[in-house]
């Protein structure tokens, strides 16, 4: 395979080019715990975008939501970057009901100027940052979220917005009580353990200490964040911030009409879109998937929603210093060619 270069270096079209160009942005996405559960194929002038089970958390998401809600945001961003090529991107989705870890495949033929727009959320795939504390009593613009929520309707999702301090206390007392319950399940606390490593560690995945700060900051309401470092002290240390005082942000919820495949991998295109436009605006997103990963609370957020939609994550907005450098595995290894992928499951190679 030819040399990979970085996201937003503008390459010679030939089909390998592409293919390496498009995974090496699409793996920018966000992903539960940095789990980074894809795989893609190339074959000629098209990508197959696979769910890979075997970095799903089986503890914290026994029915693969998050792990499809994680490859709709590398999906997101796959598209992104053809677009960023001049390239339409032609998606399906999900296209084959007998294999449900196909979540996609990507093809492109017709040539079409890139928008300033598109080029605008491509410039902010490496910069984007998950937050993992509070903000500054700076609210986030309201023009920015009312663009978000159009954003999210654009792939049958809805944002939602607490504009109420009760609505606020309501959604961090269910975090809370989540993230007391999961603590206290030793499986999921060492689930939470592999994907968390030491610092100096050579790991491509997984949430480093870089990624979080060593002294949890509390917020109110509070929204616990997760304990990566199991007290032992790992993360940034507190940098000089323009207030001491920490707020709670924008809280928002991600909900979805319908609760299936489809629906968690348009979830993650939502959420992929909306947070490259919160990071171009220079606003800062705190994802809290806690509350949506114990059945019972987030039934309880559903009987409150009243509509019958289904929350698909809690998501805090605002404005904050971001310090934490995120890690990605080498496009080499997740990335192969359609003639390897035949290869290694015949055990010869493919007929010509």
Avoid at 104 to 113: E, I, K, N, P, T
Wanted: charged share 20%; hydrophobic share 45%; aromatic share 6%.
């Amino acid at each position: 395979m030819t040399a990979i270069v970085e996201p937003g270096v503008r390459l010679p079209h030939t089909a390998e080019q592409v293919a390496a160009y498009v995974v090496a942005t699409a793996v920018w996405a966000p992903s539960v715990h940095n789990t980074q559960p894809w795989q893609f194929v190339a074959d000629g002038t098209e990508i197959t975008l696979r769910a890979d089970v075997g970095r799903q958390l089986a503890v914290a998401d026994p029915s693969g939501r998050e792990m499809l809600l994680s490859c709709g945001a590398a999906l997101f961003t796959a598209k992104l970057a053809l677009r960023s090529l001049g390239y339409v991107p032609e998606t399906r989705v999900l296209p084959d009901p007998a294999d449900p870890l196909l979540v996609a495949r990507l093809r492109w033929r017709r040539q079409v100027a890139p928008a300033a727009g598109e080029e605008r959320l491509l410039s902010q795939v490496t910069r984007r940052r998950t937050h993992r504390g509070g903000f500054e009593p700076v609210p986030p613009p309201a023009s920015l979220i009312q663009a978000l929520r159009q954003e999210a309707a654009g792939y049958g999702a809805a944002l939602r917005v607490a504009i109420t301090d009760q609505g606020r206390a309501a959604l961090a007392a269910i975090t809370q009580m989540a993230d007391r319950v999961e603590r206290l399940d030793s499986a999921y606390v060492r689930e939470l353990a592999a994907w968390a490593p030491p610092p100096g560690s050579a790991r491509l995945d997984g949430v480093p200490p870089s990624a979080y700060p060593a002294h949890p900051e509390s917020t109110r309401p509070n929204f616990p964040a997760r304990d990566f470092a199991r007290g032992r002290g790992w993360g940034l240390p507190s940098s000089t911030r323009i207030s001491a005082v920490r707020f709670t942000g924008a809280v928002c919820l991600l909900t979805t009409p319908a609760d299936g495949p489809m629906s968690w991998v348009n979830a993650g295109q939502a959420l992929q879109r909306m947070l490259l436009s919160s990071t171009a605006s220079g606003v800062a997103a705190a994802l809290h998937s806690q509350p949506v990963e114990v059945g019972w609370l987030r039934e309880a957020i559903r009987e409150q929603l009243g509509d019958g939609s289904y929350p698909q994550l809690v998501i805090r907005l605002g404005i904050a210093i971001q310090d934490a450098i995120s890690v990605r595995r080498a496009v080499p290894s997740v990335l192969r060619t359609a003639t390897a992928t035949v290869r290694t499951r015949s055990g010869s190679p493919a007929a010509a």
